[in-house]
């Protein structure tokens, strides 16, 4: 079975200082995974994804993430946070070797809070 | 523009009651899925469906129905057969059939309180 974990429930940074998310997984074959962010009362929003090839991915709003296989863990990654950045922030997976229609396995969540 | 329109955003409910949450996408994406959200534990999948009059179980489907008539339209009825039903429910899609590296794209949520 497919997992991730987001051992943090919630991260507070100073604004301007740099933001890390974490998250490790478990998948029996090779991962997609995901970051997804959302804000109170929203649908959650597509920020970046890993497939293959480099393992620094970049994304939407300055917003990037490791991919490191030996400690299976994909941190999301923000050089400098902004107050704007306050939200909840899910880590996700799927399994590339499983069949056609594998669902995405969700973490718990972090919650994030930039103080200005 | 293009998007997934979900309805009501607010819901209440008596207990007994059967009540239907809408979820409609102009995308043209094959897939759509129902998440369920309550705090602190991310996300759980209901029902998905990767083709029109198809539709297979998630996690925690009991006590809840939905059908896929349209390839727009994917409804979710929550039955009085769901013991714990507030909840934030939140309906996706994806292009292809939920393989490989689809993107989600949410709607904006329904807010479901059982009185």
């Known amino acids: 079975a497919q997992s991730v974990a987001q051992p943090e429930d919630q991260v507070n940074v100073a604004e301007g200082n740099p933001l890390t998310v974490k998250c490790t997984y478990s998948?029996?074959?090779?991962?997609?995974l995901f970051w997804y962010v959302q804000y109170p009362n929203r649908g959650l929003q597509f920020l970046l994804k890993?497939?293959?090839?480099?393992?620094l991915v970049k994304g939407s709003y300055g917003f990037e993430a490791e991919f490191n296989k030996s400690q299976t863990s994909f941190h999301l990654k923000k050089p400098s946070a902004l107050v704007s950045d306050s939200a909840l922030y899910f880590c996700?997976?799927?399994?590339?070797?499983?069949?056609?229609?594998?669902?995405?396995?969700f973490g718990g969540g972090t919650r994030v809070l930039v103080k200005p | 523009d293009g998007g997934i329109t979900q309805s009501p955003k607010y819901l209440f409910r008596k207990e007994g009651q059967n009540v239907t949450l809408s979820c409609e996408q102009n995308?043209?994406?094959?897939?759509m899925y129902w998440y369920r959200q309550d705090p602190g534990q991310g996300l759980r999948l209901i029902y998905y469906?990767?083709?029109?009059?198809?539709?297979q179980k998630g996690d925690i489907a009991e006590g809840y129905s939905v059908s896929r008539e349209k390839k727009e339209s994917f409804p979710l009825t929550v039955t009085s057969a769901q013991k714990n039903p507030t909840a934030f429910y939140l309906c996706?899609?994806?292009?292809?059939?939920?393989?490989?590296?689809?993107?989600?794209?949410f709607g904006a949520g329904s807010r479901l309180t059982v009185l």
């Open positions: 996700a997976v799927r399994d590339i070797t499983k069949a056609a229609g594998n669902k995405l396995t």
């Open positions: 995308l043209n994406h094959d897939a």
């Open positions: 998948v029996s074959g090779n991962p997609y």
């Open positions: 469906s990767q083709i029109v009059n198809d539709f």
């Open positions: 890993y497939i293959t090839g480099d393992n």
């Open positions: 996706a899609s994806s292009e292809g059939t939920g393989s490989g590296a689809n993107v989600l794209t």
